[in-house]
């Protein structure tokens, strides 16, 4: 009945962004890089999807909580921050294999693609956290003046 009721609380649009995150994480994350075929490739995912879900969700709360940012921009910051973070990284692996292999056998080898998607997919569970648990959650019990005041007490 508790489940009900909590699902009760969203708009049907926002069921359809939860439904569409948690299907991006399922495709992005286990489809597209065929994560499961082997050990390698699920540990890899669990770095690449473990970094960006953190990634993303300090720099929400650092935004929207600490900064109190508005939620689009924060939306923005974290997914440009984490993005970028994931491509400085990849190349910074792929430059220093750059004298012992061939492009194409370091492309083989680090999984530039497949990363990405897991990284995207480890961003999406994020957002997926946020929206489904801390947006309506977190946010208005902390900025509520109550809590202010006894947080201040």
Request: one cysteine or more; glycine letters at 6%.
């Amino acid at each position: 009945m508790k489940i009900v009721n909590e699902l009760n609380k969203y708009s049907v649009g926002e069921k359809m962004t939860l439904i569409l995150l948690g299907l991006g994480i399922i495709c992005f994350g286990f489809v597209f890089p065929d994560s499961l075929s082997d050990h390698d490739k699920l540990l890899h995912f669990a770095a690449h999807f473990g970094m960006s879900f953190l990634l993303a969700l300090c720099f929400y709360a650092l935004c929207s909580v600490k900064l109190r940012i508005p939620k689009a921009i924060s939306y923005t910051v974290l997914i440009s921050a984490t993005l970028c973070i994931g491509v400085i990284y990849k190349l910074w692996e792929i430059y220093s294999m750059l004298g012992n292999y061939s492009f194409q056998a370091i492309m083989d080898r680090t999984g530039c693609l497949s990363s990405m998607s897991q990284n995207l997919s480890g961003l999406m569970a994020a957002m997926l956290v946020i929206e489904s648990m801390l947006h309506k959650n977190l946010v208005p019990h902390i900025m509520s003046k109550h809590s202010l005041n006894s947080i201040r007490a």
